[in-house]
């Protein structure tokens, strides 16, 4: 998340060819040919499925035929009405070495190993992260500028937990400011980040954790994905968020939200 999709955005992170993620416009394509085979996008164009059609595609049934699929919208308003339960996840994040990739959905941060979450007293490896824009998942219908996915996998490597950050326009993001200084700015372009990213810094200190049962927001779309939605959004200027969206095929790279149905909904308290 060209890596195809979501579980393709994990690939480069894990050597597991596959992630969301991620999640973007594509980029510009020659013309089509007969022989080329229609893949996902954000855009619907000759060569190129939109997200209402991704379940089209082979091996996608599930971005139309899931009951649990991502992102959705979050209530406004409401968190001081909802409790905060126990079992939010607890982080295990250290300053981390980044390689960052343009695969054409989505700028990709993959990280060396050692960080992971613990729910529940089961631990999931960070993966690799990376950014949508605007945001996948709303509050009250609202977007925001950005969103983090952070993807965690579980010991066979699947994803399994995805923490996700909103972003809002205020201050510089001191967490991020280098590595946003050096966004590969074409498909398939990779970046080193010379000092490491001071990971721990990268969620909010303060706040909880929407949680529900969801999916992967790009193709597959795989479900029995565990949502960790943190509800205190984080800062970036608009200078920072300005060197994604502008790089011409990452904005307007969100799913549009998905039902809820009639999965549980609930406010995790952080560790």
């Not at 060396?112 to 709303?138: C, M, R, W």
């Not at 969103?147 to 001191?174: Q, W, Y």
């Amino acid at each position: 998340m060209h890596l195809k999709h979501c579980l393709y955005v994990i690939a480069a992170a894990v050597a597991y060819a596959a992630v969301p993620a991620a999640q973007q416009t594509a980029p510009p394509k020659a013309a089509p040919s007969a022989s080329h085979t229609p893949h996902w996008g954000y855009a619907t164009g000759p060569d190129v499925v939109g997200p209402s059609q991704w379940g089209s595609l082979s091996g996608n049934t599930a971005c139309s035929a899931g009951h649990e699929q991502s992102p959705i919208d979050l209530p406004a308003g409401s968190t001081a009405a909802m409790p905060l339960k126990a079992g939010g996840p607890q982080f295990t994040y250290h300053p981390a070495k980044l390689v960052i990739l343009d695969n054409g959905h989505t700028i990709q941060m993959n990280t060396d190993p050692g960080n992971a979450i613990n729910v529940a007293g089961k631990t999931y490896k960070l993966a690799q992260f990376h950014f949508h824009a605007p945001s996948e998942h709303t509050i009250g219908g609202k977007h925001f500028p950005l969103e983090i996915h952070l993807v965690h996998v579980d010991d066979a490597n699947r994803p399994a937990a995805v923490v996700g950050i909103l972003v809002k326009a205020g201050e510089s993001n001191a967490a991020l400011d280098a590595a946003f200084k050096h966004l590969p700015q074409h498909e398939g372009e990779q970046a080193d980040l010379a000092s490491p990213l001071d990971l721990p810094a990268l969620p909010p200190s303060t706040g909880g954790f929407w949680h529900y049962s969801g999916s992967l927001t790009t193709p597959p779309c795989t479900e029995s994905v565990q949502w960790f939605v943190m509800d205190t959004a984080i800062s970036m200027s608009q200078a920072q968020i300005a060197s994604f969206t502008t790089i011409p095929h990452m904005d307007g790279t969100a799913r549009p939200v998905q039902p809820l149905g009639d999965r549980k909904l609930e406010r995790l308290a952080r560790q």
